[in-house]
């Protein structure tokens, strides 16, 4: 028996349980000594009843002394049981599969239960905690499982595994789960192989590899099992850089792209003809972007800035280069409200230089899209800025050497690769305004190079964000009132979520009419929102721009780069609804002139967490110490969404939200290791080819794409 075999040869397991296993991805038996416990029992860390503090998520150890089954002839049933540790009683209650629960919990049975702890006066409580039983029952295979709840109180640490109800039916909870991985571990003799170079483990301080999976799943003390999360999280992110590592030095191996050699003429004209002085953020961002397009390898660059910090301007000497050097720029907007306010910012710039942009877009006149395919077919058009509309077969490029994708994380992989494939081995300079999070940086954009602009434009003046309820709205609209006086703009914006979309978009248009007509009929009010065609929406936003509206209403539509200096109010309606990235770029429409600007968030009914987000936005306007509460708050993973999870699915074991020392350890080790052996051929690297190989190297093929 190895690593490799079916779990199902494993004694206690079978074919019928090995389907269940199979379910939650143990196939093998690697798969199962890498199912690592979601938490432990120590009597050590475990808080006791009379100690807990409202808000707080933790584990309570104790007894059911009491059970009830709640059947209101109206409403909703619920099941409450109440858990004594010694010290008090905990209230837990579930609203869901009622029955089920009353059946399942008894009087007398030791339970750990791991939830968030609330209070009603003074009563504890816990709704649907995630539980683990701890009382005795037969274990896998006939052997009798240990008292759980005895071993706890001698002290041992008890690691606990997430098992769902078909596992738990199939008789494959935690405790049985352990017995298992226990004999996995005696029955399978290979488990001595090292997977990291003698040097690595030296120089980090690691345990070895056999000890770390045996002290993960039998902790024989508190140092061990801390010794032994170090080593398994410092193995899992050194082999998801070494992918980085590996790609980027293979980038840069085979392929060659075209070398700038000349900056000039149009760069120097550009920085001229600029009505500011760029901040050191840009200039530096511009060094960066310099230095890689004169290497003759293909630049691969993610140009990361706060909400207005200047990023297009960066983009835009990047593309007065590559003309320059006789090549042609595409530019890739997610939107077309933000392709076209890309074209007129640019052209405003490029146009006295003798530079000619076109745009390219689904709603485009016939007509217009032929002259412009044409001019970049013959090279007559040095420049272009579209949408998706940019990836159509019929788009041929005279001498394509430069793509730059904006808002890049709101692309999926592929399209990316469409666009970078319209050109052979193109130099790709990667946007975005949703400041990343480092460990998250690293560990999705690993083998791309990064520029951070973190000081905006001079002259910009600080938002001012306040937090109100529903009953100061006449205070609010009379604060709106006496900016659109002194000659200003605002925006009232609105939710709008997925799953609620049409109540919202009709609450959005009632509120417009409410404010149209009862609150500021003398004044003239637009309204935008997502179920309006590219060109209506253009066209209002047009509109606000040539101050025709004094205010605008909108859905979430008002986004990242729509850029109206005149607005200095931004109201934001039911702002509890909104996460922490969508509120901060919402208040980056305001702030981008001259004037003071206030954003109101408006709030009704709030969570804990709502109120954690909202305070942030109040306490600070820097995007990068909101994006690390964000990550705090929500997890890393969830940050931009399932496309670009990327490595991060893989994860096993490693948290993104606390393991940021580990990562950059890791990653140093990984990119050193390759740049020392390239192909890890060295007889001292053996190991690590042979492991990337068998576990790493499919797990992380969709990253590759990326």
Known sequence: MDGTTSVAFLKGVGSRKAVVLGEVGIVTVDDLLAYYPRRYLDRRSIKRVRALVDGELTTVVGTIVRTQLEQPTSGKARFKAWLDDGSGLLELTWFRSVRYFSRFFTKGESLAVHGKVSFFGNQAQMQHPDYDRLTPENAVGGEKGSDDFALFNTGAIIPLYHTTEAMKQAGLASRQLRVLIKRALEEVPFREQENLPLSIIRQYGLIPQWEAEREIHLPSSPEKLEQARYRLKWTELFYAQLLFALRRSTLRRNRAAVRFTHSGELTRKLHESLPYQLTEGQKQAVRDIYRDLRSGSPMNRLLQGDVGAGKTMVAMFAMALAVDNGLQAMVMAPTEILAVQHALVMKRFFAPLGIELGLLTGKQGKKERRATLEKLRTGDMQLVVGTHALLEPDVQY??????????????????????????????????????????????????????????????????????????????????????????????????????????????????????????????????????????????????????????????????????????????????????????????????????????????????????ERLLAMVSTNDGFVLSELDAKIRGVGNLLGKEQSGTLSGLRIADLNTDEAIMAAARQAAFTLVEADAQLRATEHRMVREHYMRYYHERFSLADIG
Do not use: W
């Open 398 to 611: 005279a001498n394509p050497g430069l793509v730059i994708i904006d808002e890049q994380h709101r692309f999926g992989v592929l399209q990316r690769k469409a666009l970078q494939e319209k050109a052979a081995n193109p130099h790709v300079l990667l946007m975005t305004a949703t400041p990343i999070p480092r460990t998250l940086s690293m560990g999705m954009f690993g083998d791309l190079d990064l520029s951070i602009i973190r000081d905006k434009p001079v002259g910009r003046q600080p938002i001012k964000t306040v937090l109100k309820k529903e009953q100061d709205k006449p205070s609010v609209y009379h604060f709106v009132r006496e900016q659109i006086a002194a000659g200003r703009q605002g925006y009232i914006i609105y939710p709008l979520v997925e799953e609620s979309e049409k109540m919202d978009l009709k609450a959005a248009v009632e509120s417009y009419e409410e404010l149209s007509t009862a609150i500021f009929p003398d004044l003239s009010i637009g309204l935008i929102h997502g179920q309006m065609s590219p060109d209506e929406k253009e066209h209002v936003m047009e509109r606000f721009r040539q101050r025709e509206f004094s205010i605008l209403v909108g859905t979430t539509v008002i986004e990242v780069g729509v850029d109206v200096p005149n607005a200095t109010v931004m109201i934001i309606e039911h702002a509890e609804r909104f996460g922490l990235a969508q509120l901060h770029q919402l208040r980056g429409r305001v702030g981008r002139g001259e004037h003071p600007s206030t954003c109101i968030l408006l709030t009704a009914k709030m969570t804990a967490d709502a109120r």
